[in-house]
T-cell receptor, first 114, second 111 residues
Framework: DQQVKQNSPSLSVQEGRISILNCDYTNSMFDYFLWYKKYPAEGPTFLISISSIKDKNEDGRFTVFLNKSAKHLSLHIVPSQPGDSAVYFCAASGGGGSNYKLTFGKGTLLTVNP | DVKVTQSSRYLVKRTGEKVFLECVQDMDHENMFWYRQDPGLGLRLIYFSYDVKMKEKGDIPEGYSVSREKKERFSLILESASTNQTSMYLC??????????FGSGTRLTVV
């Protein structure tokens, strides 16, 4: 039973345009959400996070939006750059008291074309 | 910055071998994790540990065991390697209520 879902396996955008990556979750106990970026043959690196008490968090070109009623979050990258091409994982924690464990989605491969 | 070090970037092992994957973190974190990443399947949790000598099974523990004798070191053991354990293995550590810091990963090939 997948608690964190990234329904788009891949996304392709032009350099300079906006990239929007989506993530849905089913566990209403989740209260902390993160995005990780992963290049091939490297470990994932933390990108941005958001607590359930907020609906938006911004860090430079990256913004995460949280819609708790819809159990949906999204990552916006503006403007997109070729170096942003990577796999992006959505993750969540807080369900059932296991606040030290993250549950990950399957990832979305973002390709930014020059 | 937290550093999580995995002892090998690439490993090739034979079917039936016992394989040890080592992970060390330098920030005194209680929580450590082992994941594997496979195309189309994302990151799947194998085992985690929330303190020395404490361990819990994750979502896919079959064929694996772990050891945490010291706080900074968390080892993943493949008791008898099989070809379906060919994967990218990722170790992470975490301070409670914060995100993970991952190691660089070990690409294991079982032939």
């Amino acid at each position: 039973d997948q608690q964190v879902k990234q329904n788009s396996p891949s996304l392709s955008v032009q350099e300079g345009r906006i990239s929007i990556l989506n993530c849905d979750y089913t566990n209403s106990m989740f209260d902390y959400f993160l995005w990780y970026k992963k290049y091939p043959a490297e470990g994932p690196t933390f990108l941005i996070s958001i607590s359930s008490i907020k609906d938006k968090n911004e860090d430079g070109r990256f913004t995460v939006f949280l819609n708790k009623s819809a159990k949906h979050l999204s990552l916006h990258i503006v403007p997109s750059q070729p170096g942003d091409s990577a796999v992006y994982f959505c993750a969540a924690s807080g369900g059932g008291g296991s606040n030290y464990k993250l549950t990950f989605g399957k990832g979305t491969l973002l390709t930014v074309n020059p | 910055d937290v550093k999580v070090t995995q002892s090998s970037r690439y490993l090739v092992k034979r079917t039936g071998e016992k394989v040890f994957l080592e992970c060390v973190q330098d920030m005194d974190h209680e929580n450590m994790f082992w994941y594997r990443q496979d195309p189309g399947l994302g990151l799947r949790l194998i085992y985690f540990s929330y303190d020395v000598k404490m361990k819990e099974k994750g979502d896919i523990p079959e064929g694996y065991s772990v050891s945490r004798e010291k706080k900074e070191r968390f080892s993943l053991i493949l008791e008898s390697a099989s070809t379906n354990q060919t994967s990218m293995y990722l170790c992470a550590s975490r301070r409670p209520l914060y995100g993970y810091t991952f190691g660089s990963g070990t690409r294991l090939t079982v032939v």
